[in-house]
């Protein structure tokens, strides 16, 4: 049923949390994690013509330590991974990956904020995603810290 297991990573502590969650399925299944980051265009493309180059080199570093994280940990779980990093729009970019990668399930963390924070926050990743995925998806409330 699960074959091909998308983990969206950002780098960000949270991410290990899903990523266990998603691991445990991937054993279980002898499935494949797919460590997917984006680099996301809009951050670099607003900057100054004179940071642009080093923003993205940056954000590019960034996401390609945060598949190798998940890449490590998959291997250490005994589980097959590969890793992509894309440019793109967060959520367009895990979508369109999901597709192209025929993922047979996806999952992300979410902080589960409530009240004046969800509002401040709508239109998070992983609320799109949710709200536009084919596929079923794993979501994971992240402990705050």
């Known amino acids: 049923m699960y074959d091909q297991i998308l983990v969206p990573t950002d780098g960000s ?3 290990a949390q899903a990523l266990d969650h998603a691991l445990d399925v991937a054993a279980t299944r002898d499935a494949t994690i797919h460590a997917f980051s984006v680099v996301d265009k809009r951050l670099y493309l607003a900057a100054g013509e ?3 180059a080093e923003l993205k080199a940056t954000m590019e570093q960034t996401a390609q330590d945060a598949v190798a994280e998940v890449a490590e940990a998959a291997a250490a779980a005994g ?7 894309r440019d793109g729009i967060p959520y367009r970019a895990i979508l369109d990956y999901a597709s192209d990668a025929d993922v047979d399930l996806i999952v992300m963390g979410t902080h589960g ?3 004046r924070d969800k509002l401040a926050n709508l239109g998070s990743v992983t609320e799109r995603v949710v709200e536009n995925a084919e596929v079923p998806i794993l979501v994971v409330r992240m402990d705050s810290e």
Not at 79 to 85: G, K, L, R
Request: net charge negative; aromatic share 0%; with cysteine.
């Open 50 to 52: 004179d940071q642009k």
């Open 113 to 115: 904020r409530s009240g």
């Open 13 to 15: 502590d949270g991410t």
């Open 79 to 85: 589980v097959d991974c590969t890793t992509t990093v």
